[in-house]
């Protein structure tokens, strides 16, 4: 099993910047890939971005290149999602998510992730 606990999240004007961070624990060594995803009210939740655990190679959604930035610390065990240049619209509950290694590909896909965090608001006011 692994577990995983976001932070982070709050109000932030428009233009402005924040960092999520979701740590992970238990059994990291089976984990290929974490994702994050976000879900506004009334809306799917969506991917935002990935990164391979290991190899550190990055994916982000449309809405996601450019301003926001995935990155690792291995030696936390922590995974950071940047975001820059928010907008209104990028309010959402943002989870973070792993996959096992037995995955082997990277996800988009919310059926594609074995574990989920709790979620952290971010608020962007306009």
């Known amino acids: 099993q692994v577990q995983l606990v976001e932070s982070g999240g709050g109000l932030v004007q428009a233009g402005g910047s924040l960092r999520l961070s979701c740590a992970a624990s238990?059994?990291?060594?089976?984990?290929?890939?974490m994702g994050w995803f976000r879900q506004a009210p009334g809306k799917e939740r969506e991917f935002v971005g990935a990164?391979?655990?290991?190899?550190?190679?990055?994916y982000y959604s449309d809405s996601a290149k450019g301003r926001f930035t995935i990155s690792r610390d291995n030696t936390k065990n922590t995974v950071y999602l940047q975001m820059n240049s928010l907008k209104a619209e990028d309010t959402a509950v943002y989870y973070c998510?792993?996959?096992?290694?037995?995955?082997?590909?990277?996800?988009?896909?919310?059926?594609?992730?074995?574990?989920w965090g709790q979620g952290t608001q971010v608020t962007v006011s306009s």
């Open positions: 998510a792993a996959q096992r290694s037995t995955r082997r590909t990277v996800g988009a896909a919310k059926y594609e992730y074995d574990y």
């Open positions: 238990g059994r990291t060594f089976s984990i290929y890939a």
């Open positions: 990164i391979i655990w290991r190899g550190g190679m990055t």
